[in-house]
T-cell receptor
Framework: DPKIIQKPKYLVAVTGSEKILICEQY?????MYWYRQSAKKPLEFMFS???????DNQTASSRFQPQSSKKNHLDLQITALKPDDSATYFC????????????FGHGTKLSVL | AQSVTQPDARVTVSEGASLQLRCKYS??????LFWYVQYPRQGLQLLLK??????VVQGVNGFEAEFSKSNSSFHLRKASVHWSDSAVYFC?????????????FGAGTKLTIKP
């Protein structure tokens, strides 16, 4: 059974629209993260949360907003979508920090037309 | 600052042959070093991790990696590969005394196993 659930698996959006990527982890972890992977760039760190608080943000654009309604949830809202946002977005979690084992979800593949 | 370089974007090896995937890192302090593997349409999974001690660290599925401080390297090895090892392998580094811990991944090496 997957312990980190990302929904949806595939997402097609039009330029300028808004989408929310869902992530739930059932590992009892305290830290959660978002990463982005595209053909042009290696795996990019976006955000890290610890105990539902934002710890680090390496995303230049305010169009990307993480939302943590519960300790085991970390959704990613993306507004004013652009074709360059097309990528696979991975949610990950760890007990405390990145020096421990990171567990990744299967990703949400976003295509912006 | 920290960085990771995986010089080989693609590696092809025959089944049963030995394997080495290269990784060079840069870190201003003692780093944590990782190898993660990504199978098709899946997220990354940890193969092994190194911080201190024996420079040769054992991982899952027969993989091992050797840390070299003098060469700033953390190469991944396997004595005999299986077709199921076909995947993308990522080397990663994180710093130990960085306030907000951040892990930096290399660009990945796509491994193809020939029958």
């Amino acid at each position: 059974d997957p312990k980190i659930i990302q929904k949806p698996k595939y997402l097609v959006a039009v330029t300028g629209s808004e989408k929310i990527l869902i992530c739930e982890q059932y590992l009892g972890h305290n830290a959660m993260y978002w990463y982005r992977q595209s053909a042009k760039k290696p795996l990019e760190f976006m955000f890290s949360y610890s105990y539902q608080k934002l710890m680090d943000n390496q995303t230049a654009s305010s169009r990307f907003q993480p939302q943590s309604s519960k300790k085991n949830h970390l959704d990613l809202q993306i507004t004013a979508l652009k074709p360059d946002d097309s990528a696979t977005y991975f949610c990950a979690s760890s007990q405390q920090g990145v020096n421990e084992r990171l567990f990744f979800g299967h990703g949400t593949k976003l295509s912006v037309l | 600052a920290q960085s990771v370089t995986q010089p080989d974007a693609r590696v092809t090896v025959s089944e049963g042959a030995s394997l080495q995937l290269r990784c060079k890192y840069s870190s201003s302090v003692t780093p944590y070093l990782f190898w993660y593997v990504q199978y098709p349409r899946q997220g990354l999974q940890l193969l092994l991790k190194y911080y201190s001690g024996d420079p040769v660290v054992q991982g899952v599925n027969g993989f091992e990696a050797e840390f070299s401080k003098s060469n700033s390297s953390f190469h991944l090895r396997k004595a005999s590969v299986h077709w199921s090892d076909s995947a993308v392998y990522f080397c990663a580094v994180s710093m130990t005394n960085y306030g907000n811990e951040k892990i930096t991944f290399g660009a990945g090496t796509k491994l193809t196993i020939k029958p």
